[in-house]
């Protein structure tokens, strides 16, 4: 086929911004190319996203795929209305051949070309955000802001973070070496040799509901810029924004001269447990998931071929155990026990909070004040319902509303849920958190309180002291895992217990986060999302440990 | 503890070596601060290794280590005399936690202390080449010169080459970083942050029979020098090796101020099975493993909370299609049978011949002719028994004769091995290689022939064409794994078959080797050993990927 661009133009357009991304995620500083603000999209974007969005409902999503056997599909808005948009359904046995055949070209291409296809792509799909927004709202439930920054400008600063890793560590060994062994009087022994990445395989990511983009770009990222073809297999409620994705890049790879079905789209039928069939799939060599610790598990132990990437449940938690800045903890705690309902697998779940008090720069506090305070500052944050609805989004599915509903069976409640009305999308549930109080040292709440409780429910823990919040924190991160820590505290000597206990677990920890950055949100490029050594997550978003095992360095070597 | 050697001085000591590792395993040219040459060690340098070994034997091993329940130990030399050492088995319930205990020192040592204690431990080790040549020729067989290069600085690089990469991997991310991301018209939002790598907990090394130490040093350092506790259990047949690299390394540890069982060592009881309790212990996050097939694939699927790098079986492939220079062709391949009896990972067992024959500048030389001529070219080098013994050492086990023996039954003998009486150990068995024809065509020479036959046991596997031969290579490494691939041709098009079918099924490949350099020898610093991506070994010595999943990166981050 005729390239439209060249690779030489692409790198020529994209290794700027591939330099930048180079050098942050070494500085850790703060930089993103992708704009939060909506507005910076242009004028029309959001009408015309809106737009674009709404014709591709109730219709079939062409892809031009080979081994289409049939049509699948029905997602259902958590707003409220159907898509009614249909994708191909692949025929395996057709599929995975055609993708595994369009390796070598991609191989041969080289880290520099592909990841210069990859920026593109991540440019392609950063000038729909718009659309991508629509689409990530109306599959997750997101509010539309959030939907917008998380399933856009952040989910693709994710992308482009996995592209820089992947380029890094291809580059780390040099294509060509020459080498001379010195012999004492005799000649040297001389050998060239050259040094070749090569992919492992077809790479498979497995979407999620809540953050199909945020949470599949850096695997399907870190695989294709690693030269792996990517299959998508998006979860059955959240198609549309990674089969839109597919679609960009199947795009742009074909414009560059590369075979489309380097990226395909698998959507399974219902019940089809589609994902479980291609995991296990010899062509299959890298799984990338986010998910239920449940099928998490099934990957690791039964997808033996591959390399397998997982985020699974966690229980989060925060210690509170004094504080010089109590408003501004509590509103800080508010944000992110109410942001997108808790449905953000960063959500803190449990507050531990000595039984006996904190002390504060108001003054102490007792464990009831603390958490009728914190309650208060939910109430407030939320008793507007715009505001309320801008921030809490829509309940991705029925069993989290459930969760909600046992919640108050679970202990005493400090804050009940309430419901509140969508004004334009009247179908939507959505619901303010609840909050129980809990004795840390009662058995059966020990049950409750250290299972993952997915959705806006927070325990309020009693504990005995700082001590014991400690080493249930170590517990907890231990058995269950753990994405986030957070601790309040004005103590060194309890800083340091937390910070070591955070080490010894492997967590990573916010301390006094009392203003605009919250502990549920990781910003690319210098924060590492999960740690990849708790139960919680296998891998961490990103680092050279998330890209080194996806490519192999094939080594040639000849004499001189 | 009171340090004898601040690691201040360790590191200002050791940073240029370092540095000049870290130089190298980019650049990738030849390099090694570890003199290959015995007499570079001092005059009186082999007897007092000679006598240093000789004062090991009939002994306890002692080690001071904490859980010691009993005392083990077998060891016969494959040259005839029992070791009579008898070492500490431990209570695994009193050593593994207080290996754990004495992990956080070493945590917060920090990557450049780590490495330059590493470095000291090689130091110390290098000082003592004479006594861990002996020791390594007495538990594996090897000939002297062999154990003393392989076994002593050969070693010593790959130790060197893991303390390089897992220093360089630690501190790409910085150890603390500011961050600010601007608000408009509002104040930025600040935070500090800090990243610690953070050892995944204690690691395990399973140490082989044949190369003790240069299979078992990578796992070891790349594990100790990113944090890791190393409990080392070797082969209960090669135990003195890695039992002196305990003691060195617990020395260096107690003088510099850590605690000496950062290294442990753990050797068992006949028939225990020691690895297979250790491996799924909950302490034990790492493990490195060289050895069959059947223990590695064990490892891989039960040892779950465990990284997992192993080495295992494969078949390793030579291409015959064509040279110009016949002569170095069959002296350098007839060398690579012979080293070390044919008992490395890397020894080619399969030789590909088209049946129609080869061009060489010599002529056209039909398949029997080559085979004959190679036959002539081993019997040539071997003719001299000094010369045999010197190249061939001993058989390391009783099921290596058994399979020389068995080998006349599998095809036509081509070359028959004989029997090399050792003028200076008359127990030891020393065989020279056996060459079988094989055809390539039929099923039950093909299940021959597609099995690992470790030893000095050659086919010559007569194929139908170039073609047929790359067909071959490509389903042998795909199905049975391969840790080296040689070819010879002088058609660009076969080697372009021969290069692409190495890159797919990913395979080390060295083309045409006619002089000093050898298919199953890989230089530190240089050579990858194993690609990781086919069935002989899931990792490559030495790599990022080798290093990067040993240590998780942990962040705290503050308000600023």
Known sequence: MAAEVTTA??????????????????????????????????????????????????????????????????EVSPYGPELGISYPHPDVAVLLPAMRAALPVWRDAGPEARAAVCLEILARISARTHEFAQAVMHTSGQAFMMAFQAGGPHAQDRGLEAVAYAYAEQVRTPERAPWSKPQGKRDPLELTKTFTPVPRGVALLIGCNTFPTWNGYP??????????????????????????TVKVAREVLEEAGFPADLVCLAVDKPGEGLAKTLAVRPEVRVIDYTGSTAFGDWLETHARQAQVFTEKAGVN????????????????????????????????????????????????????????????????????????????????????????????????????SREVVHPEFPGATVRTPVIVKMDGGKPDAEAAYLSECFGPVSFAVAVDSAADAVDLLRRTVREKGAMTVGAYTTSAEVEQLIEEACLEECAQLSLNLTGGVYVNQTAAFSDFHGSGGNPAANAALCDDAFVANRFRTVEVRREA
Not at 40 to 52: Q, R, T, V
Not at 327 to 344: C, R
């Open 9 to 74: 133009q692409l790198i020529e357009k994209h290794r700027p911004t591939l330099d930048q991304a180079l050098e942050t995620i070494r500085s850790r500083a703060y930089w993103s190319p992708h704009p939060e603000h909506p507005k910076a999209y242009g004028e029309n974007a959001a009408a015309d996203g809106l737009a674009a969005f709404e014709a591709l409902r109730g219709k079939r999503f062409e892809l031009d795929q080979p081994g289409t056997d049939d049509w699948a599909g029905e």
């Open 219 to 244: 695997g399907l990222f870190a695989s294709l810029a690693t030269g792996n073809p990517v299959l998508v297999k998006p979860h059955p409620r959240a198609v549309l924004p990674l089969a839109l």
């Open 317 to 416: 938690t925060v210690v509170i155990e004094s504080t010089d800045n109590y408003k501004g903890m509590l509103s800080n705690l508010a944000f992110s026990l109410s942001l997108y309902s808790g449905q953000m697998c960063t959500t803190p779940q449990n507050l531990l909070i000595p039984r006996d008090g904190i002390a504060t720069d108001a003054g102490p506090k007792a464990y009831d004040e603390v958490v009728s305070d914190l309650a208060d500052a939910v109430s407030g944050l939320l008793g507007d319902d715009a505001r309320a609805n801008a921030l809490l989004g829509a309940l991705v599915n029925p069993q989290v509303k459930e969760r909600i509903e046992a919640a108050p069976g679970l202990g005493e409640v400090a804050l009940a």
